[in-house]
């Protein structure tokens, strides 16, 4: 079975980039199904049968740890199903988010660029109007689409919303159909007044309290009346696509907002864990935002299980694969104490660094008869991957202008066959900016961007970056902050803001867990 690769970024060559294009353009060319491309014939594909058009669900958590799971080397919080899924699959070490927060590592994943090029470069603030979506990025929705894929986005958008003139809602990104949040302050609140569905509001028996905190148009706050928890609405109607696309091809993207933690509601009650019952750990002398911390990383384990149930259910099992990760690395926020579940794992720091804890995420794929039970990728792979894995998958090609590998033969057991990236990057504007660049085995870190000292790690040898080599290698830092610079392109909507600050995360231990 012979597989190609599609859209391969070639760092340091610079591809033709087209700053603005209609959608109708847009749409034009990714109309094209590619049958043959790097050798890859239409009687091969024909081959993939009865794998044609596999079913792609993408399950994203959200601020959940690489050490959050017990297959990653979680010891307190319960993932039974997750661990099975590992079991039956393959389970990455070196898989990264988009960012270091939600909304560009969202806008990564959905456009297949980095941060260098994609659009939506970080959490707006009250200017909601630049963290959205254009008409002429293309996401991984429309693009299979276009394959002939049934779309639906469960969960956490983040990158429209709302406002007057926006361009990014689901809807018009290529999803057919949308159920949750825009906005993600309102995303931040587990018993909200009302979810989304498509662009109507569905109002729901919760009563809130605004916190006073805007976030674009909307104001963040807590229920002072609980009813109906999103998550499990979210879950639902998840399940409920799953139903009712059983006959075609679908994408479902489930964006689940566990185990972030309601903000503004840890500011108005001292607890910003919200989850209707705290099950398995409700008797152990833990305070209570530990206990919801670790119960809502279970009720998503339980919740996810339901979904692989399904699946068998139908008969589609075997023609679905199944990938979980996280946005970012693991959050101290909501009240909890992160000490007490080693989010982090062997890493170094946590969301909003650019160290491994804050970008490094779990990621398993689960494809029965087609992805070895209990397999172990070292493939370094990123969210803006999707985008060229399931353009391979559905035997389409990927937009010219994205950063991608697909890591499809990673997925079938070929690493043979596997491409890689000749280096990853990111970049984050808070806390007085910093950039990031992951190279074969060499790490390296500036704050602030383009001016800092440049950090350099092997992380071969120094998994936990406790020692840094760059006085030791200045050719390497040379050529990791060309990379740097070949990797940025300007954007009028994003700069710098706020000052680094003298002490950063603590090393972490190295030590792998798996």
């Known amino acids: ?5 599609y859209c391969i970024n070639i760092p340091l060559l610079h591809f033709l980039r087209t700053p603005s294009m209609s959608r109708t353009i847009k749409r034009l060319l990714l109309t094209h199904v590619v049958l043959g491309f790097l050798g890859t014939t239409a009687v091969q594909l024909a081959a993939r049968a009865p794998t044609d058009n596999p079913n792609i669900i993408f399950i994203m958590a959200d601020d959940l740890g690489y050490g959050d799971l017990g297959c990653y080397g979680q010891q307190t919080i319960k993932t039974p199903v997750l661990d099975k899924m590992a079991a039956e699959g393959l389970r990455f070490r070196n898989y990264y988010a988009g960012c270091t927060v939600c909304a560009s590592s969202r806008s990564v994943l959905m456009t297949g660029q980095h941060m260098g090029h994609t659009w939506v470069r970080g959490n707006a603030g009250a200017d909601a109007s ?9 996401t991984v929705a429309e693009l299979l689409k276009t394959a002939g894929y049934k779309t639906a986005l469960c969960g956490k958008w983040g990158l429209g919303d709302d406002i007057q003139g926006n361009t990014g809602l689901p809807q018009d990104q290529g999803f057919d159909i949308f159920y949750g949040y825009l906005n993600q302050v309102h995303a931040h609140n587990y018993y909200p007044e009302f979810l989304w569905r498509g662009k109507e509001k569905e109002k729901l028996r919760n009563v809130v309290q605004g916190s006073g905190r805007k976030y674009g148009s909307f104001e963040g706050g807590w229920a002072t009346t609980r009813i109906d928890y999103s998550h499990d609405l979210v879950v639902a109607e998840a399940l409920k696509f799953i139903n009712t696309s059983k006959a075609s091809p679908f994408f479902l993207y489930l964006a689940l907002t566990i185990p972030h933690a309601n903000n503004e509601g840890s500011r108005g009650t001292g607890d910003g864990q919200e989850v209707p019952e705290y099950g398995i750990y409700d008797k152990l002398d833990w305070p209570k935002q530990d206990k919801g911390q670790a119960a809502m990383v279970t009720r998503m384990d339980r919740d996810i299980g339901t979904i692989l149930q399904l699946l068998k259910d139908l008969g589609i099992d075997e023609n679905t694969v199944v990938m979980f990760t996280s946005d970012n690395g693991h959050h101290n926020e909501g009240g909890h104490n ?15 660094d650019l160290y491994e804890g804050g970008i490094r995420v779990p990621l398993i794929a689960r494809w029965p008869g087609q992805t070895k039970p209990n397999t172990i990728s070292n493939h370094i792979g990123y969210f803006g991957d999707l985008m060229g894995t399931v353009a391979e998958l559905a035997g389409a090609k990927a937009p010219q202008q994205c950063d991608t590998v697909s890591f499809a033969p990673s997925l079938l057991g070929q690493p043979t066959k596997q ?3 000749a280096y990853l990057y990111w970049e984050f504007y808070e806390r007085g900016s910093k950039q990031a660049v992951r190279a074969g085995d060499w790490k390296a870190v500036r704050m602030p961007m383009f001016t800092g000292k440049t950090e350099l790690y092997n992380l071969a040898q120094d998994l936990g970056e406790s020692n840094n080599l760059a006085a030791q290698h200045p050719e390497m830092v040379s050529q990791m902050e060309a990379m740097m610079k070949d990797a940025h392109t300007p954007n009028p909507n994003w700069k710098p803001r706020g000052a680094v600050s003298p002490k950063q995360p603590e090393p972490g231990d190295g030590k792998p867990r798996f």
């Open 338 to 352: 992160p000490a007490r579940f080693d989010p982090n794992g062997p890493l170094r720091g946590m969301k909003r």
């Open 419 to 421: 491409h890689s990236h």
């Open 130 to 138: 630049i963290q959205t979506l254009r008409p002429e990025d293309v």
């Open 1 to 5: 079975m012979a597989f190609s690769v």
